[in-house]
C-alpha cells in the first residue's frame, strides 16, 4: 500500500515539470485566510448573496425545487417547439409590405376582392414559409449543437462514488471530477488537483479566443482531497456573488470546518474552457447553465443594417405612396362614374343594372361605393410591392456568401484559414467602403515578433536591418542599405538553423563572448532577467530534447528564445521557482541555477510593466522589472543609472526603426523590506473589499521604485506579406485609410513609411501634447490648468492645420495624432474640427490610442462622413472599433480570436482585404443594385398593365389576368433570373476589378444605387407597361380572332398580353445580364417555358377551377398567328426605350465599368493592356496622395522638375 502511494507520489513529482501562464501570479498570497473585517466585506450584500452548500445533497435539492438555481441545461436557439410558430411569423411581419399582403389577402376573402382569396394568400404563404423554412434550418443546427452539448457525460460524486451523469443534471453544490482535455461542464470551485500543489493548466480559447494556458490553484485547506474517497465526509458552505458577465473577476469565500477562506479567480474554472496538461481535478459547481460566466456574455453582436437596404425600404415606401395614390385616383373616377349611372331616374349603363345592385356599385351612395372600392384597388394594384423581394435577397446573400468563404485567392494556406462571411446582410456593404480604420499591430504586421537588437550598459548591440530601414533608406536615397545587408550577411554563424523569434546577430555577445565584454556583469544579468521575468510555459520534446516555449504574447516568446540562444535557457519551472541552464562567466561552463519565485506582479495596460521578485541560490532577493520606457525611467535610481541617456537615444533609434522597445532594470532588496511589502501586499490580495485593486497597486507600486537600468530591447514585428501593396490598391480605389495603435508615434510613423501610407514629399501634420510647455504644466498638482492649456493646445494645432492645408491645396498631407491630444479631440465641441481636418489628409495615424478611443474615433468618422466605415484589427482591443463599424472585419492572428469572434467577415491576412473589397465586394454591390431595380422595373411593368386596364372598364375591379397566373408572377415566372443575376453576374472580371480599382468608386459615390437609376428603371416600368398594353389591345382588339369570326375575349386578350409581359422581363434581363452562365441562361428561359407549361397544365383542369384560362393555349391562343406575331413584336418593341437609352449612355455617359468593358473590347488584340492602362488613367477617380502608385508618381514629378530645370539651366548657359 506504501509502495503505491509512493508511486503515485513520484508519478506526481514527474508530472511537475511545471508550464505556466499567468502562473503562480501571487500564489503565496492564496494560502492565507482573509483577515480582512467584515465591514469592508461585500460577501452577503446587493449582488453577492449567492449561498452553495457543497457535496449536500438534500440542500442542492431543496435549492432546485425552490427555484433558486438554474439547471444546468442550456439552449442557444431562437425559437422552442411552442415558441417557433408564433415568434417566426411575428418576424415576418414587422416588415411593412408583408403585413399590407395580409391585409389584402383577408379583404380578398370578402365580396370586395377582384380575385379568389386563395390566389391572394398563396404568395405570402409561400413566401412565408419560405423564410420560415431557413429561419427553423438555422435554428435546427442550433438545437442539435444544444443537444450535443447538453447530453455530455460528467462524473459527479452521489451515493459515496463518483458516477457518470449528463451534464443537464447537475445542480448547484455537486461536487464533479473532470479529467484532462475534457471540458468543465459548469462554472466550478477547484477544490484539488492530481498535482500535489492542486494546480491545474486550462484552455479558455471557447471564452476569450486565448489559445495559452492559464494556470489555477486551489486554496491550500480543500489541496489534500487528492482522491475520491476523500469526499465522503467533505463539506462546504461557499458565499459568493451573483451570476454576471466578468470572466476575469470573482469575489467569494468558502467556509471549511467553520473557517472562512477567501476565494479568488485563481480558484475559479469556467464553464467551455478546457482541462490541460493535468490528470485531473475536483470542483464544486458554483453556476450552472444560462447563470454561467459563458452563457451571461453571450449576447448578440450589434444588429447593422446595410444603407442599400434601408434605402429599399424608403423605395417600398415610396411604390406604397404611388400604390395609394392611383387607387385614390381609380375610386374617385369611379364614384363619379357610379354616380352618373343613374341621373334623373334614368340608367346611362343600363346593362350594369344599378338600380338592382349591392352598396358595392350603388349610385345612390357613390361616395360608400368610392371608399369601399379604394380598398379593391388596394388589393388589385397590390402587384406593384414585390412580395418576394425580401427573400429573394436574403437567398442570394447567403449564395454570395458562399463564394466568399471558398474563393481560394483569400485561403491562407499556412494557417489553413479561409475568409468566411460570418454574416450576410451586409455584402453590398463590402463596395461601399469610404474609410478603412486599422489597428497595427497583428493587422498590418505579423505579430509574430523577432529580437532583433538590444542595448546594454549603454552599448548598443545587434546588426540586423529591419524592413523600416530598408523602406527609411529606399525614401532618402541612400545607397549603403545593400552594403548593409551585405555585412549582416557576414556575421552570420555558418551551419546554424533559422531560429523563429530570434533574429539577432553580433559576434560580442554570441557565443558566449559576452564575457570579454567591459561590463559583463551588466550583460549577465539582463539575460538572467529575460530568462526569468515573464509567464512563459516550457515544453521540452522527449525525442529531440528541445525546449519550446508557450507564451501569453509574442513578445514574451521572443525574449525567452533570446535567452535561451544566448546562454541562458529556462527548461523549467515548479512551484517554488524556474530553473534555468546558465553559462557561468567565472569557468565559461554552463551550470544548472534555480530561482525561487516569490510574487509575480503582472503586466497590464495601466502599469505598462511586469516585474517577479525572486530569491536566487545564495538567498539574495531580486525585483526584476520590464515595461514601457514611459514608466520605466521615471522609477529609475538617478544614482545607479549611468547609461540612462545612452540607452534613451538607442530606444529612440530603435522606434525610428520600427521596432517595440522595453526598458531592463532591477534592484536588490533587503529581507526586511520584501518582508514589510509581502505583509502589505498579502493583505492586500486577500481583501475582498472593494478597494482590494487600489491596496494592490499600492503595494506593488512602493516597490518598484528606485530601480538600476540594465538596457533596453527591441524586437521586430515584421509588415505582412503584400501588406504596401494592398494599401496601394485600397488608395487607388479611393478608400481613405487610418491607422489606430498604441504603439509609440515614431514607431507607427516609420511602419507608416514601411507600408506606403507615407512617403517623401508628403507633409505630416502632427498633434501631440508631448511640449515643454504641457510637461511643465503636467509635473505641477493643478489638473484643471493641465487640461485647458492642453485642450487649447489640440485645438490651436488643429486650426494651424486646417490653415497649412488651405494654403497648399495642390499638396499631399498626412495627419498624425497622439492619445492625450486625442483624448481633447474627440470632446464634443472639437471632434467637428477634428474631423474636417482629418477628411482633408490623404491619410490620418492615431497613435498610443486606448481601445475605446478607437471606437470613439470609429464612431466619429461613421457619424461625421455618413459614409461607410470599415474596422480591420485581431485583438481583443480591437473589439470596439470592429462593432462600431458599418462593416467589422477580424483577422485570424495570435492574439487569439476576440475581434474575429465579433466581426461580420473574417480574414487571414490584410492582404486579402483588396480581394474582398474590389472584387467581392464590388459585384455583390453591383449585383443587390440591379436586382433590386429590376424587382421594381418588372413589378411596375406588371401591376401598371392591371392599372391601365381598370382605367379602360372605368376602374370597375375587374382584374385583367385570372387569378392564379398574378399570384404566381413573382413566385415563379419572374424569380429565379434575379436570383441567378445576384449570385453570378460580373459587370467586369475579377482581373479587371483588380487591374483597374478606381472601378470600386461606383460604391462609395452610390452610382448604381441612387434615386435617378431607381426611378428610371421605375420609369422604364411604366413605359413598357404602356407600350405592352395599348399595342397588344390596339393590335387585337378590332380584328377577328377565331376562324368563325368572333373578336378576342377578356381572357385571350389578357393571356396575351400577360405573355408579352413575361418575355419582355425575362429578356430585359438577358440584356442586364453582363456575364453569362448556364446557370442564368437555365432560369432566363425556364421562367418563359414555365409560363406555357402553366397555360397547358392550368388550362387542362376543370373549368370549375381554371375558369377563363381553360383550354386557353391550345384552343384559342396556340393556334392563331396573331397571338406569336404580337408577343414577338410587342416584347421587342417594350424593351426598344431601354436599349436606346443604354447605347447613348454606354456611348456618351458611360459609368466606369462601361468604360473599361468598352475598352476591354475595343483595345488593340496586339497590346490590349497598354492601351488600356493609357486611356483608363485620363478617367481615375482622383489622384491618390498615399500607396506605392503614390511614392512612384511623386518620384516622376521630381525626376521631371529635376530634368525641366537642368534643361532649362542649360539653357540659360547657352544664351549667355
Known sequence: MADGTDGRRSSRRRRRKMMLSKLYTFAACARRPSAVDDEGSRIGGPGFSRVVHANDAEAAAAAAAAGGYRSNYISTTKYSAATFVPKSIFEQFRRVANIYFLVTACLAFTPLGPFKGATAVAPLVVVILATMVKEAVEDWRRKQQDIEVNNRKAKVFQDGAFQHTKWTNLRVGDIVKVEKDEFFPADLILLSSSYEDAICYVETMNLDGETNLKLKQSLEVTSHLQNDENFGGFGAVIRCEDPNAHLYSFVGNIEVEEQQYPLSPQQLLLRDSKLRNTDYVYGAVIFT???????????????????????????????????????????????????????????????????????????????TAAALHFLTAMMLFGYFIPISLYISIELVKLLQALFINNDIHMYHEESDTPARARTSNLNEELGQVYTILTDKTGTLTCNSMEFIKCSIAGTAYGRGITEVERAMAKKKGSPLIADMEIGVEGF?????????????????????????????????????????????????????????????????????????????????????????????????????????????????????????????????????????????FERLSRSDSSYREATQQHINEYADAGLRTLVLAYRQLEEDEYAKFDRKFTAAKNSVSVDRDELIEEAADLLERELILLGATAVEDKLQKGVPECIDKLAQAGIKIWVLTGDKMETAINIGFACSLLRQGMKQITITLDTPDIVALEKGDDKAA????????????????????????????????????????????????????????????????????????????????????????????????????????????????????????????????????????????????????????????????????????????????????????????????????????????????????????????????????????????????????????????????????????????????????????????????????????????????????????????????????????TEALGGAPSYWVVTLLVSTAALVPYFTLSVVKTWFFPDYHNKIQWLQHKAPADDPEAELGRVLRQFSVRSTGVGVSARRDAKLVRLNSKIYHDNSLEADNHFT
Open 289 to 367: 447553465g444560462h447563470d454561467t460566466k459563458v452563457m451571461q456574455n453571450a449576447t448578440s453582436a450589434p444588429s447593422k443594417r446595410s444603407k442599400i437596404e434601408k434605402k429599399m425600404d424608403w423605395t417600398i415606401y415610396l411604390l406604397l405612396s404611388g400604390l395609394v395614390l392611383i387607387s385614390v385616383i381609380g375610386s374617385v373616377f369611379f364614384g363619379i362614374a357610379t354616380k352618373d349611372d343613374m341621373l334623373d331616374g334614368r340608367m346611362k349603363r343600363w346593362y350594369l343594372r344599378p338600380d338592382d345592385t349591392t352598396i358595392i356599385f350603388s349610385p345612390n351612395k357613390a361616395a
Open 492 to 632: 552570420q554563424p555558418e551551419g546554424k538553423t533559422v531560429v523563429k523569434g530570434f533574429n539577432f546577430t553580433d559576434e560580442r555577445v554570441m557565443d558566449g563572448n559576452w564575457v570579454n565584454q567591459a561590463h559583463s556583469d551588466v550583460i549577465e544579468m539582463f539575460f538572467r532577467l529575460l530568462a526569468t521575468c515573464h509567464t512563459c510555459i516550457p515544453e521540452v520534446d522527449e525525442e529531440s530534447g528541445k525546449i519550446s516555449y508557450e507564451a501569453e504574447s509574442p513578445d514574451e516568446a521572443a525574449f525567452v528564445v533570446a535567452a535561451r540562444e544566448l546562454g541562458f535557457t529556462f527548461y523549467q519551472r515548479t512551484q517554488e521557482g524556474v530553473s534555468l541552464h546558465e553559462l557561468d562567466p567565472l569557468s565559461g561552463e554552463h551550470v544548472d541555477r534555480s530561482y525561487r519565485i516569490l510574487h509575480v506582479l503582472e503586466f497590464n495596460s495601466t502599469r505598462k510593466r511586469m516585474s517577479v521578485i525572486v530569491k536566487d541560490e545564495e538567498g539574495r532577493t531580486f525585483l526584476f522589472s520590464k515595461g514601457a520606457d514611459s514608466v520605466m
Open 786 to 1113: 493641465v487640461t485647458k492649456a492642453s485642450k487649447h493646445s489640440v485645438v490651436n494645432q488643429i486650426n494651424e492645420g486646417k490653415k497649412l492645408i488651405n494654403a497648399s491645396a495642390s499638396e499631399s498631407f498626412a495627419l498624425i495624432i497622439d492619445g492625450k491630444s486625442l483624448t481633447y479631440a474627440l470632446k464634443d465641441d472639437t471632434k467637428g474640427m477634428f474631423l474636417d481636418l482629418a477628411i482633408c489628409c490623404g491619410s490620418v495615424i492615431c497613435c498610443r490610442s486606448s481601445p475605446k478611443q478607437k471606437a470613439l474615433v470609429t464612431r466619429l468618422v461613421k457619424a461625421g462622413t455618413g459614409k461607410v466605415t470599415l474596422a480591420i484589427g485581431d485583438g481583443a482591443n480591437d473589439v470596439g472599433m470592429i462593432q462600431e463599424a458599418d462593416i467589422g472585419v477580424g483577422i485570424s492572428g495570435a492574439e487569439g480570436m476576440q475581434a474575429v469572434m465579433a466581426s461580420d467577415v473574417s480574414i487571414a491576412q490584410f492582404r486579402f482585404l483588396e480581394r474582398l473589397l474590389l472584387v467581392h465586394g464590388h459585384w455583390c454591390y453591383s449585383r443587390i443594385s440591379s436586382m433590386i431595380c429590376y424587382f421594381f422595373y418588372k413589378n411596375i411593368t406588371f401591376g401598371l398593365t392591371l392599372f391601365l386596364y381598370e382605367s379602360y372598364t372605368s376602374f370597375s375591379g375587374e382584374a385583367f389576368y385570372n387569378d392564379w397566373s398574378m399570384s404566381l408572377f413573382n413566385v415563379l415566372f419572374t424569380s429565379l433570373p434575379v436570383i441567378a443575376m445576384g449570385v453570378f453576374d460580373q459587370d467586369v472580371s475579377a482581373r479587371f476589378c483588380l487591374k483597374y480599382p478606381m472601378l470600386y468608386q461606383e460604391g462609395p459615390q452610390n452610382l448604381l444605387f441612387r434615386w435617378s437609376r431607381i426611378l428610371g428603371w421605375m420609369l422604364h416600368g411604366v413605359l413598357s407597361a404602356i407600350i405592352i398594353f395599348f399595342l397588344t389591345t390596339a393590335s387585337l382588339k378590332h380584328q377577328a380572332f377565331r376562324r368563325g369570326g368572333e373578336v378576342i375575349d377578356l381572357s385571350t386578350l389578357g393571356a396575351t398580353a400577360y405573355t408579352c409581359v413575361i418575355w419582355a422581363v425575362n429578356i430585359q434581363m438577358a440584356i442586364t445580364v453582363n456575364y453569362f452562365t448556364l446557370i442564368q441562361h437555365i432560369c432566363i428561359w425556364s421562367g418563359i417555358a414555365l409560363w406555357y407549361l402553366f397555360l397547358l397544365a392550368y388550362g387542362a383542369i376543370t373549368p370549375s377551377f381554371s375558369t377563363s384560362f381553360f383550354m386557353v393555349l
